[in-house]
């Protein structure tokens, strides 16, 4: 159960790492990935600088994670994009911004992902004593 949990919260990390990429070097394949459009000048760089720093430091506090079994970084991880859905959906509720089910879907079940694998780290680690 370990090695697949593992497997698949490496396998996010690895999906973000190259999401941030993307960001960098190809912004609006990866705005349209997230179904946003590129803002204008400042907005711009804000939107392209925060979305690569964030989702870089998820995909490596995933990855990191679940390769070197560090539960931390794991939870860490989770709780960050955990923490995107309720931001979306005030967004929606509060100040007029679109409805983005599928994207608070994939959020939850990555952050559902990461706390399963944080637990299973957690209790094998103390069975061992660590």
Partial sequence: ???????????????ALIMGGMWWYQPETAAGLVGASLLDGTGRSAQIGDSAAFTIGV????????ARQHAVFVLIGGCLVGLVAPGRILSATLH???????E???ECVIFLLALMTWFIIKQQATERGQ
Avoid: D, Q, S
């Fill in 104 to 106: 608070v879907v994939v």
């Fill in 59 to 66: 995909g490596v506090l995933l990855l990191w994670g679940a």
């Fill in 96 to 102: 007029g911004g679109a409805v983005t089910t599928p």
């Fill in 1 to 15: 159960m370990l090695t697949l949990l593992r497997t698949l919260t490496g396998l996010a990390g690895l999906g």
